[in-house]
Structure formats: structure tokens, C-alpha cells
T-cell receptor, first 112, second 113 residues
Framework: GENVEQHPSTLSVQEGDSAVIKCTYS??????FPWYKQELGKGPQLIID?????GEKKDQRIAVTLNKTAKHFSLHITETQPEDSAVYFC???????????FGKGTMLLVSP | DVKVTQSSRYLVKRTGEKVFLECVQD?????MFWYRQDPGLGLRLIYF???????EKGDIPEGYSVSREKKERFSLILESASTNQTSMYLC????????????FGSGTQLSVL
């Protein structure tokens, strides 16, 4: 089955800095890669996703990049703010065939 | 607004008890999921259901069962709770065959003593 590795497990940045979280996947057939944000006391919430026919996707301060050859994808957050502090999960799946396999999560701390 | 509601935020049970965790979604979603979240282990799929009365095992189904009698409701059952089932349990739902774009509930923190 699919295996998703996520790094780092914790990340501390100063407000205004950029943050990058990286994930690798094992199954070359995977074609859907979402990112979820989990704030304290809440369930994870989808913030951005990318499909394998696209190399990059942006939504305001958040971007995701995908390298299919290397089987890795990354979340980039620019101009970080304290409200970006949360646990972030990456995941991978094969559309219509498998359920999502999640990484172990990254705790992002943004200091004012 | 999309909503997945889990019946309890915190639950404390004794070893050997039968435990029911309830989840309701109001989005008419076909798919529903139960995940377990533990520090350092991420989100692990216990069971999922893609239709009423249908269920599929996830990665860690041992010690659990599920029930889906109505489209909007998905129950997780611990037949005989054990201390190693102390965890955060998250319910989620999604639309369609893609099983993507999960909507999560806020979770139930279960402690088994």
C-alpha cells in the first residue's frame, strides 16, 4: 500500500518568515495530494490540494508543488502569521480507487 | 455550512466496556470514515463506508466494528474497550467515488481506564 513520509515533525518560524513542509510518497500511481490544517481542538480542514497533472497550485499565501518523478510534494506558506500555527497533514491517494493515506503531521509554530 | 458532528467531545470508559462513538453529517455525503489520531502516528483509518449498510476495513480495524444504518450516521463500536484504545477519534465524510475532500468532525477524546 501507499506510504507517506512527512518532514519536519515540528517547525518554528518567526512571523513574516516562510515555512516549507515536505512529503514523499511511495506509490507512483497516486494522483491526488491534499493538505489539511488542524487547529487546536478542531478536526483537520482541507486547505489546498493538487492533482498529478499539475506541477504547482497557489491560493493566496499558500502554495503546493509536486514533483512526480521524485515522488514528493511540498506545502509553502509565505508571510506566516500567528494564526498559521497548527498541525499540518499531507496525504496521497489514487482517485476513485484508494482512500487517503496521511503523513504523520507537522506542528508549525509561528512566533510573533 | 457543512457539518460533521461527533456526539461526545470527551469520553471516559472502563476496560472491557462496550463503547459507541456516534457521528452525523448533514451534507448527504456517500462516504464516511473513522480515523484514529495518536501523537507521532498521524491519522490512521479504522473503517470507512461508501454506502448505507456497506463497510470496508481500513488500516487498523482490529478491536473495532462499525454500523451505518442511515446515510447520515456512522457509528464506531469498541466491543470490549482496552487501554491501548485510548486515543482521539475523528469522523469524516466525503462526496462521490473519489473519496477525496474529507470534512472532519471535531473529534472524540476517549480515555479507557
Amino acid at each position: 500500500g501507499e506510504n507517506v513520509e512527512q518532514h519536519p515533525s515540528t517547525l518554528s518560524v518567526q512571523e513574516g518568515d516562510s515555512a516549507v513542509i515536505k512529503c514523499t510518497y511511495s506509490d507512483s500511481a497516486s494522483n491526488y495530494f491534499p493538505w489539511y490544517k488542524q487547529e487546536l481542538g478542531k478536526g483537520p480542514q482541507l486547505i489546498i490540494d493538487i492533482r498529478s497533472n499539475v506541477g504547482e497550485k497557489k491560493d493566496q499565501r499558500i502554495a503546493v508543488t509536486l514533483n512526480k518523478t521524485a515522488k514528493h510534494f511540498s506545502l509553502h506558506i509565505t508571510e506566516t502569521q500567528p494564526e498559521d500555527s497548527a498541525v499540518y497533514f499531507c496525504a496521497a491517494s489514487i482517485t476513485g480507487y484508494s482512500t487517503l493515506t496521511f503523513g504523520k503531521g507537522t506542528m508549525l509554530l509561528v512566533s510573533p | 455550512d457543512v457539518k460533521v458532528t461527533q456526539s461526545s467531545r470527551y469520553l471516559v470508559k472502563r476496560t472491557g466496556e462496550k463503547v459507541f462513538l456516534e457521528c452525523v453529517q448533514d451534507m448527504d455525503h456517500e462516504n464516511m470514515f473513522w480515523y484514529r489520531q495518536d501523537p507521532g502516528l498521524g491519522l490512521r483509518l479504522i473503517y470507512f463506508s461508501y454506502d448505507v449498510k456497506m463497510k470496508e476495513k481500513g488500516d487498523i480495524p482490529e478491536g473495532y466494528s462499525v454500523s451505518r444504518e442511515k446515510k447520515e450516521r456512522f457509528s464506531l463500536i469498541l466491543e470490549s474497550a482496552s487501554t491501548n484504545q485510548t486515543s482521539m477519534y475523528l469522523c469524516a465524510s466525503s462526496r462521490g467515488q473519489g473519496r477525496e475532500k474529507l470534512f472532519f468532525g471535531s473529534g472524540t477524546q476517549l480515555s479507557v481506564l
